[in-house]
C-alpha cells in the first residue's frame, strides 16, 4: 500500500527502494510485485531494467496469467528501447491470448481481462506512434478506453488510464495537425480526473497541454503551462518527463530568440539523459543543441553536436535522419551549398513531401545559383504549404519560402512575404523571426 501510494502521487524516487525491496523480500507473492517493478521502471524510462527484471519473473512464474501481464510491460520496453518489431509481435501474441480467455471467463472476472486487454492496445498504439502510424495509434489507444469503459465496476485508476489514452489520442491527432480533436481528447481527460484526480497524470497532461500550445503558436500559454509541468516533473524526480519537459522549453525560447536559456534548459535535459531509455527524446535533446549552437553561430559547437547525433544514432536508419538534417543545414549555413544538396536529397528518399527538407534543398540550389531547380521546389513548396493544417507552422514555412526568394534575388517577393507575416510573429512574441525580417527589411 505504501508503494501504490508513492505510485499515484508520482514520487518515483520514494517507491524504487520499496518496490525492490519487495521483489527481494516476496519473490514468490506472483505477477503483481514484478508488475509494479516494470511498471516504474517504464514510468521512468530505465527500459533496460524493465526487460532484464520481468524476464526473471518470467522464468519464475508458473501462472500464465502472469506471464502474459509481463509480457506486455517488457513489449512497451522494447518499442521505446528500438526493438519495434520484436514488441510489436510480443504485444500481439498477449492481445491474442487475452481476447481467447474473453471466451472462457465467468462474468464476474471480465473486469480483469478487460484491464489487460486496455494495458496490451495501449502498447500497441505507442508502438504504432513510434512508427509515425497516427491513425492505427489513435484506433488501438480508442480501443483501450474501449475495454476500460466495458468494466462494470470501475476504480480510481481505471479513470485515469482512460484519461492517460485520451492524453495519447490527443497527441496524435495532433501529430496529424488535427487540433481541434486533439484539444477535444485533452478536455477528455481533464473531465476524467476530475473524477479520479493523480498528480502523475495531471502533471502528464499538463506537458501535453503546452506542447500543444507550443505547437499552435501561443507562446505565452505554453510558457506557463510547461514550466509548471517541469515544476511537477521534478518534484516526482520523473527523468524521462523533465527531459521532454525540457526539450520543449527549449524549442519554446529559441522561437523567443533566448538561446541563452534555450540551452539552460537543454543542459537539464542532457544532465538525465543518462537516467532514461528513449533514443527519440536523446536525439530531440542533441537536435535542439545542435539548433540553438547554429543559431548563435557557434559553427564549432555545430560540429561537436553533429558527431554527438551521430554517436547517439549509430548505424540505425530510423535515426539518421538527425544527423543529415544537421549536417544539410550546417551545409547551407556555412555556404557549403553542394555538401547541403547531397545531405537533403537522402532525407527527401524517405520523405519526398517534407516542406522543411525541401526548403533545406532549394536554399542549396539558391545558393548554388541553380536557379530553375530552386524555383521549381518552390511551386511544390508552396503547394504543400497550404495543405498545412495549423495556422502558426504554415507562417514558418511561409518565412523560409520568403528567405528562398530572396536568395533567388527575387527581393520584392521576399519582403512582401515578410511584410506579410510580420505582425503575427510580433504578436505572438516569436522573436526569432520578428528579428530575421528586420534584418532583410533594413538590409533592402
Known sequence: KVYLAHWHTGKYEDFMPIGEKMLTMFPDLGGDVYAYIGSLYNAVGRYNATIEVLKQGINRLTSPLDIQRLKNLIAWALAFNGDVQEARSVVKDVISFWENELEHTENDKLDAIYNLLSDAYNTLGAICSIEKQEKKAIEYNKKSNDYDEKKKHKTHIDYQNTAVGHINISLSYLDLRDTENSFKHLEMAKSLLDKAPSSNVESFLEQISGTIYLRTGALEEAESVLKLSLKKHRAMKN????????????????????????????????????????????????????????????????????????????????????????????????????????????LLEEEPDNISYLIGLAKGYAGNKDIEKAKELLQKIEKLNQEEKIPFQRMINEFYIGEVYYMLGDKEKGISIFKRIYPEFKKRGVHLYTYKIDQYLYSS
Open 239 to 346: 527523468y524521462l518527463r523533465i527531459v521532454e519537459t525540457a526539450i520543449s522549453l527549449s524549442d519554446l525560447y529559441t522561437l523567443k530568440r533566448k538561446i541563452t536559456i534555450a540551452l539552460k534548459y537543454l543542459n537539464e535535459a542532457q544532465s538525465m539523459a543518462h537516467e532514461i531509455g528513449y533514443k527519440e527524446d536523446i536525439l530531440s535533446m542533441l537536435s535542439n543543441r545542435f539548433r540553438a549552437h547554429l543559431l548563435s553561430g557557434s559553427f564549432d559547437e555545430c560540429k561537436k553536436d553533429i558527431e554527438a547525433l551521430k554517436k547517439e544514432a549509430g548505424n540505425d536508419k530510423r535515426y539518421t535522419h538527425y544527423v543529415l538534417e544537421a549536417e544539410g543545414m550546417l551545409s547551407n549555413e556555412i555556404g557549403r551549398y553542394e555538401d547541403a544538396i547531397s545531405f537533403y536529397k537522402k
